[in-house]
Nanobody, 117 residues
Framework: EVLLVESGGGSVQPGGSLRLSCAAS????????MSWLRQAPGKGLEWVST???????IYRPSVNGRFTISRDNAKNTVYLQLNSLKTEDSAMYYC???????????RGQGTQVTVSS
């Protein structure tokens, strides 16, 4: 059974930073692409970033240059570093065992990111 547990969210001011983590189990982590999604109140799930099993990264344009995805296969963990946060980045963030742009894969319970002054 795929199990994904996100952590690291919080409340920050615009321009602040957070580092999200997602601990994975139940599958051979190093074999799969991992992605981050987000969902703002009243909106649908939105793909944010993917890192494939070779370490190649891809980002949605609105976060490119501000967010960085990474993975530690020894720890079965994927990370998302969020820098220069904007109010529009406020959302519940989820990790998912899925390829680029896929939003209906298995995901965890999420971690809340709130950006406000």
């Amino acid at each position: 059974e795929v199990l994904l547990v996100e952590s690291g969210g919080g409340s920050v001011q615009p321009g602040g930073s957070l580092r999200l983590s997602c601990a994975a189990s139940g599958f051979v982590f190093s074999d799969f692409s991992m992605s981050w999604l987000r969902q703002a109140p009243g909106k649908g799930l939105e793909w944010v970033s993917t890192i494939d099993n070779g370490g190649a990264e891809i980002y949605r344009p609105s976060v490119n240059g501000r967010f960085t995805i990474s993975r530690d296969n020894a720890k079965n963990t994927v990370y998302l570093q969020l820098n220069s946060l904007k109010t529009e980045d406020s959302a519940m963030y989820y990790c998912t065992k899925a390829n680029t742009y896929i939003v209906n894969g298995p995901r965890g319970q999420g971690t809340q990111v709130t950006v406000s002054s």
